[in-house]
């Protein structure tokens, strides 16, 4: 008893870990308090969801990250749809054979050999920001009818307001606001290191800009990033029968994640 009462007058104003509202708040684990942003989006998009009874359908797994997280999570199947062959995207290679998987090569965005109503978890990271909106609002009709009644899933969209406040806010939303601060932890030649990279290359470390009045944004080869926007995505989402959890998980600064259910 003696040991609890000495809490009684530690802390003096309460002990404060740090601002618990803030994602890049500095706290008592210093260099060690900090996630990657696939990792944060993994422990709160998939780790919580997805189950030995979950039925997956991931849209655009490319080489299979994100499916090599479902899996580790002993998902009862996932079906893995993307436009490439998986001898393209060497899936197989990176994820390995798993009999649970089916791998479905798809032409078009109604997900053929994908079973209505089978789906108990949906997810797409990196996929519906390379696609015209119209192109997306044609996408949910298949995903809706795909999926079972309290299905729910992540979809992760491009929102140029959304990117383009990350950049304005560099000095909060980076690594710009850890070496410029006032934190002692930093080496100092490391921060004035990363400072002036910062200034006389930041075009080299920095996102590139987008606008919605350009018809071209991120452009590689033949592919570019298209302003689809939370608003009008949760709109398109509810009028196909989706209910919107959260418009925004906000587990990302620079792109908007929106968790939705089947009604």
């Known amino acids: ?4 009462l000495a809490f009684k007058n530690a802390f003096p104003g309460g002990y404060f870990e740090g601002s618990t509202l803030d994602p890049m ?26 189950t030995p009874q979950t ?10 990250a994100w499916s090599k997280a479902i899996l580790h999570r002993n998902c009862r199947k996932l079906y893995a749809v993307d436009v490439a062959d998986a001898t393209h995207t060497r899936f197989w ?23 209505d109503e089978s789906i108990d978890f949906l997810f797409s990271f990196g996929v519906f920001c390379h696609l ?45 606001r850890f070496f410029a601060g006032q934190s ?7 921060k004035f290191g990363y400072l002036l990279a910062w200034r006389w290359f930041r075009q080299k470390i920095d996102l590139e800009p987008v606008s919605k009045s350009r018809e071209q944004n991120l452009w590689i080869g033949d592919f570019g990033w298209y302003h689809w926007g939370v608003d009008r995505a949760c709109v398109a989402m509810q009028r196909v029968g989706f209910e919107i ?15 939705f259910r089947k009604r």
Request: hydrophobic content about 35%; charged content about 25%; proline content about 6%.
């Open 55 to 64: 039925t997956v359908l991931e849209i655009g797994p490319g080489r299979g």
């Open 245 to 259: 959890i959260d418009s925004d998980v906000e587990v990302c600064h620079r792109d908007p994640v929106i968790h």
């Open 1 to 4: 008893m003696s040991f609890l």
């Open 25 to 50: 708040a500095p706290s008592s684990y210093g260099v060690y308090g900090y996630n990657s942003v696939l990792y944060t989006i993994y422990s709160a998009c998939i780790r919580p969801y997805v």
């Open 132 to 176: 015209k909106p119209e192109m997306c609002e044609e996408y949910l009709s298949s995903m809706h009818r795909k999926m079972r009644s309290g299905g729910r899933g992540f979809l992760m969209i491009a929102d140029f307001d959304k990117y383009e406040a990350c950049r304005a806010n560099a000095e909060r939303t980076s690594l710009l």
């Open 184 to 190: 002692r932890k930093v080496w100092l030649p490391a």
């Open 93 to 115: 290679e990176y994820v390995g054979k798993d009999l649970r998987v089916e791998y479905i090569a798809a032409e078009d965005l109604s997900l053929p050999g994908v079973p």
